[in-house]
DNA sequence: AGGACTTAGAGTCGTTATGACTATAACTAA
DNA sequence: TTAGTTATAGTCATAACGACTCTAAGTCCT
């Protein structure tokens, strides 16, 4: 007997399927304000359940891929995203994630630069949307993004993670701006800057933002690490 | 035909199988220098594949458990161990962590005080090991209890971690000897006074240790929470 | 051309956290 | 009684931080 001809009770006794979702956070400016928002991409389902309704993109994990190779592919293929920023986040296994087939997620999380979401294949069933407005989510995966926001404004006030969801070169008023989107709270221009001047791997290049109504900002250059497959996790040092 | 018939090529195109493990880390006196120092049990393999090398207590997820409980069930089943500090640590999922069947595995940690450690069911086939000195383990167990130990030390150098492996009732030297310990350094015994007594959670009772040769030292108690499912990663908190 | 406006960026000041260190307290062992 | 040991309080210089001021260097408007 196939899996799919299987009944309900029948099905409860199969092992859990397994899958990859990932959380896209990239930038965009508010409609309202014009400032910088953390935006993410979903795709619409197309079969049951949840049909029609907006997800995570994710898939099953194919036999020959690591974990973060599926997460890549799923996201090429169903987005069009190929992001540098990619981590896992954390396996979501609750026992009712999903109606009849119990399901374990493993969620990876990226961030991406604007060239990057500029690749963005959108469609009738791809379409960006505002982090902290988004409507009922297919699954649980409302959950998963607030699980995400948290985990990104923990990052955040580590260190150097906002740099991976501006460009190549940024002003430190940018910097600035993600902090306070994330966070969502201000922070005095000048405090902020010379804390920023003090950590490493921030370079200041010699040329300047032009085209602004006031004094022209120099530009920075990030040139620290960037997460990979084995470097897994980076996390907070700090005294007791 | 069953997948215990399959052969090798046949079986690499099967859904990989999900397993959960958890490192539990616990302290012990060290034989040499009598300060506590950090171990962990491990169980024997008593099937194929690494049959006879030591392993991290783990097994597959029951159908109707959540990947908590199953990390629960599993411990208390194979090691008598029942950790009230039980956390997600990491999912692992690499193309050849096992030979022949892919395999991920949904790894826990959890950390046990005194009192916990002694329900341990010590047998020929399960036996607690120091963290640092760990012979060949099976699977990919060594990395992973590496990860475990990387995770720890950031969690400790963040805050209220290092209560949950001591007891009801402990002195503030007490909680100096297991950052000591885990973060391998030497700590200045005012100044760790000091930041401990400035946080929160940690209550000082009106009780003294005795029988030592010395000043009886106040013991204090541990106020603050503990994660449950619900609770799922605490993380560091620090600007720029 | 000139002044208003805006943000960039440097610097000041008082408070607080931190590391190195000193001094006293309170017990045991002899 | 004295030496040994750890507990616990406190000092001092330095570093980090938040609130704030001041000048620089552009654009925009009239």
């Known amino acids: 007997m196939s899996p799919t001809s299987a009944n309900v009770s029948e099905r409860s006794q199969e092992p859990p399927s397994l899958a990859i979702s990932t959380v896209i956070f990239g930038l965009r400016p508010s409609e309202a304000s014009g400032r910088p928002t953390l935006w993410l991409p979903l795709v619409r389902r197309i079969r049951q ?33 190929a992001p540098r920023y990619l981590e896992q986040l954390y396996a979501f296994g609750g026992l009712h994630r999903s109606v009849g087939q119990r399901l374990v997620s493993i969620v990876y999380w ?11 294949r959108e469609s009738e069933n791809v379409r960006w949307f505002r982090a902290d407005r988004l409507e009922r989510l297919a699954f649980d995966h409302n959950d998963i993004v607030e699980y995400a926001l948290w985990r990104l404004r923990n990052k955040m006030e580590y260190g150097s993670i906002a740099y991976h969801l501006l460009g190549e070169r940024f002003t430190l008023a940018q910097v600035r701006e993600v ?3 994330v966070l969502d709270k201000q922070l005095d221009p000048a405090n902020f800057r010379r804390q920023l ?6 370079e200041a ?4 933002l032009t085209g602004t109504r006031h004094r022209p900002p120099r530009l920075y250059r990030y040139a620290g690490p960037v997460p990979d497959g084995s470097t897994r996790q980076s996390q907070a040092v700090r005294a007791p």
Do not use: C, F, K, M
């Not at 990226?110 to 963005?120: G, I, K």
């Not at 001047?197 to 921030?202: E, G, K, Q, V």
């Open 49 to 81: 359940p949840y049909l029609g309704q907006w997800a995570l993109p994710g898939g099953p994990l194919a036999p020959s891929e690591s974990l973060q190779d599926a997460a890549s592919r799923n996201l090429l293929e169903t987005t069009g995203l």
């Open 110 to 120: 990226a961030l991406v630069q604007p060239d990057e979401a500029e690749l963005t």
């Open 179 to 181: 902090y306070e989107a």
């Open 197 to 202: 001047r003090a950590t490493p791997h921030i």
């Open 205 to 208: 290049t010699d040329e300047y």
